[in-house]
């Protein structure tokens, strides 16, 4: 049965209902009976909507209505139950991490004291991702404590507070595959003295080579320096600057840098660019 019939029988059953929803998850005409359920008593199918609601709004043709799921979203946040809060935090904290507003911090601060810790923590990466001011004691809490989990010290990393750079320090070891990768961009995104002259370096070298466009350049620092821009696009245009610097008059590599992710990333963080 399709999620319409579903949604309009007061008997359906609320796992086949939020699997219905899951379902619909990717259908553009889904996004009205999705909103529609976002009171339904049981706690899966809330769950579902929110889940489906971050992906449902993110539709171009969906757009326009996204504030609808913004405001389901922020409502979900308070749920009676954890793991729709949990889903809630992440929807508006992450997966919407583009709308901002004095209504969507206050639903993210409100949960970092939630009971439950995957909201607890998903509401933090949210507010840090903002650059809320209120993750940052939030943040040094969680960093002074010997069981951190990853999206603790990405928070770190998304605030980027040079006094966090000691404890991330505390917790370089332990961490496996994309996870260390990650710790290391949070320890550079916290160094006092910057994103790493290392890394600024490497990048010269890689435009200089052509870039992405060079079959034989090793991407290793352009690997290095989209871990940062995961957590913190803001820093692009930093990040842009040092490189431009370090390209002095190769307008060859200066083109390459102006015309790749970096330089369009920067760009949108209010960097001039090198080629104006």
Not at 66 to 74: C, E, G, K, M, N
Not at 83 to 91: E, I, K, Q, S, T
């Amino acid at each position: 049965m399709d999620l319409t019939t579903l949604a309009g029988d007061p008997t359906s059953e609320p796992d086949d209902l939020a699997g219905a929803v899951d379902a619909a998850a990717g259908e553009v005409a889904a996004f009205g009976p999705v909103l529609g359920l976002v009171d339904h008593d049981a706690p899966a199918v809330r769950t579902a909507v929110a889940r489906a609601l971050p992906h449902l709004a993110a539709m171009e043709i969906n757009v326009p209505f996204a504030p609808l799921a913004v405001d389901a979203l922020i409502s979900l946040t308070a749920d009676p139950d954890g793991d729709v809060r949990n889903w809630a935090c992440f929807g508006l904290g992450t997966q919407m991490d583009e709308v901002d507003g004095a209504t969507v911090r206050e639903a993210l601060a409100a949960r970092l004291t939630d009971r439950h810790g995957e909201a607890r923590r998903e509401a933090l990466i949210g507010l840090a991702r903002r650059r809320d001011p209120r993750a940052l004691p939030a943040v040094r809490a969680a960093l002074c404590r010997s069981d951190v989990w990853l999206l603790e010290v990405e928070a770190a990393g998304a605030l980027g507070d040079s006094s966090l750079h000691p404890l991330v320090l505390r917790h370089l070891d332990g961490w496996d595959g994309g996870a260390a990768r990650t710790v290391a961009a949070v320890a550079r995104l916290t160094d006092p003295d910057g994103l790493g002259d290392d890394l600024v370096d490497g990048l010269a070298v890689w435009y200089r080579c052509g870039g992405p466009l060079a079959a034989d350049a090793d991407p290793g620092w352009w690997r290095i320096a989209l871990d940062l821009l995961e957590l913190a696009p803001y820093r692009a245009g930093e990040l842009a600057g040092a490189v431009a610097a370090r390209l002095g008059n190769d307008h060859h590599a200066l083109g390459a840098l102006d015309d790749s992710t970096l330089g369009a990333i920067a760009r949108a963080h209010g960097w001039a660019g090198v080629l104006q």
